[in-house]
């Protein structure tokens, strides 16, 4: 199974900040990286796919890049409504399998 | 609008079964494959089982094989997930998702979740 390690763990950040979190992948899986938004007691929701493709009603600050094993998510300038715990996953081989999250925190 | 709804969690005991339920609306759901991902309490995220448009391939996580099946009826818009030999490891918020047009394996649409709690 590819494993995905995301870093870091937790970030503290302020609004208006730039935001970078980075996700690595076991082994190559060239660019089929998602990355998701979860809040507490919500379902994910879709942000990102192909490692760099933005999903449809998605902001712009929101950026991804990245292929075959380093990977990162990048919110250009954080605002309040992006406090929330970011997940990638790969779907490059089965079974699908995501990182561990980053929590994203108000500092 | 995309609606996936699943019901059918709740308290079971170790080595109980239950069986989960998603309905989907909003959509052509006999176009999409489906999958069922769950979460256990503050964890992160786990797949755990696809299925094709027809429900003729169907796939899963090696920690479920042989106790979960995944299974759809495409006349109700329905997706399923038969739990069988349930132990405390599978406690967890299931969720129903859609995968994308483009790929299986990443989700586009997310139900609200289920809670299924495998206890005595």
């Known amino acids: 199974d590819i494993q995905m390690t995301q870093s870091p763990s937790t970030l503290s950040a302020s609004v208006g900040d730039r935001v970078t979190i980075t996700c690595r992948a076991s082994?190559?899986?060239?660019?089929?990286l998602a990355w998701y938004q979860q809040k507490p007691g919500k379902a994910p929701k879709f942000l990102i796919y192909?490692?760099?493709s933005l999903e449809s009603g998605v902001p712009s600050r929101f950026s991804g890049s990245g292929s075959g094993t380093e990977f990162t998510l990048t919110i250009s300038s954080l605002q309040p409504d992006d406090f929330a715990t970011y997940y990638c996953?790969?779907?490059?081989?089965?079974?699908?399998?995501f990182g561990q999250g980053t929590k994203v925190e108000i500092k | 609008e995309v609606q996936l709804v699943e019901s059918g969690g709740g308290l079971v005991q170790p080595g109980g079964s239950l069986r989960l339920s998603c309905a989907a609306s909003?959509?052509?759901?006999?176009?999409?494959?489906m999958s069922w991902v769950r979460q256990a309490p503050g964890k992160g995220l786990e797949w755990v089982a696809n299925?094709?448009?027809?429900?003729?391939?169907?796939y899963y996580v090696d920690s479920v094989k042989g106790r979960f099946t995944i299974s759809r009826d495409n006349t109700k818009n329905s997706l399923y997930l038969q739990m069988t030999s349930l132990s405390a490891d599978d406690t967890a918020v299931y969720y129903c998702?859609?995968?994308?047009?483009?790929?299986?394996?990443?989700?586009?649409?997310w139900g609200q979740g289920t809670l299924v709690t495998v206890s005595s």
């Open positions: 082994r190559s899986i060239s660019s089929w």
């Open positions: 998702a859609r995968d994308t047009a483009m790929a299986t394996g990443a989700f586009d649409y």
């Open positions: 996953q790969q779907y490059n081989s089965s079974p699908w399998t």
């Open positions: 909003g959509f052509t759901f006999s176009n999409y494959w």
């Open positions: 299925i094709n448009q027809h429900g003729n391939e169907k």
């Open positions: 192909k490692a760099s």
